[in-house]
């Protein structure tokens, strides 16, 4: 267990882990090679430390693993069908049956909305709950990237994650064993994007 004090002394592995971190996608992960559950738990509960206006906690997760993600292949394909309307495009449906396959798990990523909250803050929890995961499945070694493809627009597919109508789906964080690690990452020099009053 990390203690405040192994934290702020250690200040190096925190920026380690933050930069490093990379999207990792489903052609890129060990096929068939499951994680355990109790990393996907611990991923879980950092994402639920993350930051909440008012200590509403509107992040919500479902997860799929195992025959569970052929569950999310063939509802998410059903739903895209039936009403992308004249968006639909055959090989995405055909794509939205094999991808969840790929990964060890798929995890819907929801808000429950709050509405005496603004929902840019609701938004900003959400987010900051992913990055949680997202930082967590780096330090263990395990390739991870948040998705908004698929069906995450297509209010009708809400229920199956059990969210609202008021609530949004934002997306699915797939996470599998790394293969193929991804490039190097860059980004342009932050001096460039801060102005800095004195």
Known sequence: MIDQQSVTSSPSLINQVIRTRRSVFTQQFEPGKPIPDDIIWQLLENANWAPTHKLTEPWRFTVFSGEGRNTLAQQQAV??????????????????????????????????????????????????AVQNMHLTA???????????????????????????????????????????PSTDGRRGSIEEKVNWIK
């Open 79 to 128: 739903i895209y069908k039936e009403f992308a309307g004249p968006k639909f495009k055959q090989g995405k449906y055909e794509q939205l049956q094999k991808i969840p396959l790929l990964a060890s798990h798929v995890i819907a990523i929801g808000m429950k909305r709050h509405q005496d909250i603004p929902e840019m803050e609701e938004i900003a929890a959400v987010a900051a």
């Open 138 to 180: 780096n330090a263990y070694g395990i390739g991870a990237y948040w998705s908004t493809g698929g069906i995450t627009f297509i209010e009708e597919a809400k229920p199956l994650f059990n969210l609202g109508p008021d609530d949004k789906l934002m997306g699915f964080f797939y996470l599998g064993y790394i293969r193929v």
